[in-house]
């Protein structure tokens, strides 16, 4: 299973992109540590990891403290190692976290029902499981994350793009990618 992995830091001097290689990552908290050696006086740490085109994974840290996970389906952690590594912790007991409480997502149907016909089609199948609300106060609102991982068609890429445009890190990520 292929996989890409951005360590997105903000610093005193604004926001760097580093690739990580997680292949040999032992847990959640090595990976988390790995992310807190980008820059220890970060004050908003992030990676994303897109797997397979088809799975997403975010990670953040605040002042390299209170790790808090997303993952775009839980089925990533049944599909590979690198899933099961991440967002593993959030299936304990054999229970899944569900990215939204049933009533907070039924106050997003009636919110955005009167746009659905403008929505692009959403993916049933999806499972997004986590910390949904870990990106809303750089500007990407639960209910938004939520949205660009069941959108029908876009890649796990096309979703870290969007996020990385709204929180003022795109182009650090696409030189990335373009490396």
């Not at 990215?99 to 959403?122: C, G, H, K, S, V």
Request: glycine share 6%; proline share 3%.
């Amino acid at each position: 299973m292929s996989h890409f992995a951005a360590a997105v830091v903000r610093g005193r001097s604004g926001w760097t992109a580093t690739e990580l290689d997680l292949s040999d990552a032992a847990d959640v908290e090595d990976v988390a540590d790995r992310l807190r050696d980008v820059d220890l006086s970060a004050s908003v740490s992030l990676l994303f990891v897109e797997s397979d085109d088809s799975y997403l994974a975010v990670m953040r840290l605040d002042d390299g403290e209170d790790l808090r996970v997303f993952g775009s389906d839980s089925a990533f952690v049944d599909e590979s190692r690198l899933g099961k590594l991440l967002l593993g912790d959030l299936t304990l007991g054999g229970t899944i976290e569900p990215a939204l409480e049933p009533t907070d997502a039924d106050d997003f149907a009636e919110d955005t029902e009167t746009e659905e016909e403008e929505r692009p089609a959403a993916d049933p199948t999806v499972n997004p499981i986590g910390d949904a609300d870990l990106l809303a106060d750089l500007g990407v609102s639960a209910h938004h994350l939520l949205e660009l991982c069941a959108t029908d068609g876009l890649m796990p890429a096309d979703v870290t793009a969007e996020i990385t445009q709204i929180i003022g890190c795109a182009d650090e990520v696409e030189e990335l990618r373009e490396a």
